[in-house]
């Protein structure tokens, strides 16, 4: 009798053990894939997040070109104005012949002008060449054309009016002559 009580124990304690290890199978599975479920999620928020500072750094950098692009060129509308201004100084200190009157107002006027200059010159704006240059049409405009045996083929022969760039961009072009 008591091999017969030893027998249904030594089962018992082997169910027992392969119900544990089976068990501990299953927690060992359920463990590895929790683990991978969470690395898999990690690495989904690791490229959100790469994703998104992508974008922002992007945005970041365009902002800033647009804001230096507003400041290169926030003054252009109210140089465009001045120009005339500029312009018709210029035409008053051509003036031939001025009696002793006329040239005090002149000596003001080139003062003023010399002024204009430095203020234009501080901000970036820069007269146009033309003279003894080839004619760019992305920097002249021309407006007449004639037939000269002392110039070049396409090169400038009178400046009308003076252009101006402001850094690198063209306000104004220069109004020119050309020889054919």
């Known amino acids: 009798m008591s091999e017969e009580m030893k027998e249904p124990e030594v089962v018992e304690e082997v169910e027992q053990e392969v119900v544990e ?21 990690a690495n989904n928020w690791k490229t959100d997040y ?3 500072f992508a974008d922002m750094e992007n ?3 365009r902002l800033q070109n647009e804001h230096n692009n507003a400041m290169k060129f926030m003054m252009q509308s ?9 312009d018709n100084f210029e035409r008053a200190m051509l003036v031939e012949n001025p009696s002793e009157e006329v040239q005090t107002f002149i000596k003001g006027y080139e003062m003023i002008y010399q002024q204009l200059k ?4 501080k901000q970036g704006i820069t ?3 033309t003279a ?17 045996e002392n110039f070049e083929s ?7 009016q003076k252009g101006y760039m402001l850094k690198d961009r063209v306000i104004r072009a220069s109004l020119v002559k050309v020889n054919q």
């Open 21 to 41: 290890e089976t068990e501990s199978e299953v927690v060992e599975e359920t463990s590895e894939d929790k683990i991978a479920k969470l690395e898999q999620e």
């Open 132 to 148: 003894g240059k080839e004619f760019d049409p992305s920097l002249h405009q021309a407006v007449m054309s004639v037939s000269d």
């Open 154 to 160: 396409n090169m400038i022969v009178e400046e009308l």
């Open 78 to 86: 109210f140089i465009e104005e001045l120009l005339p201004v500029v």
């Open 127 to 129: 007269v146009i060449e």
């Open 59 to 61: 945005t970041k950098r």
């Open 50 to 52: 790469y994703k998104v």
């Open 118 to 121: 430095a203020v234009f010159e």
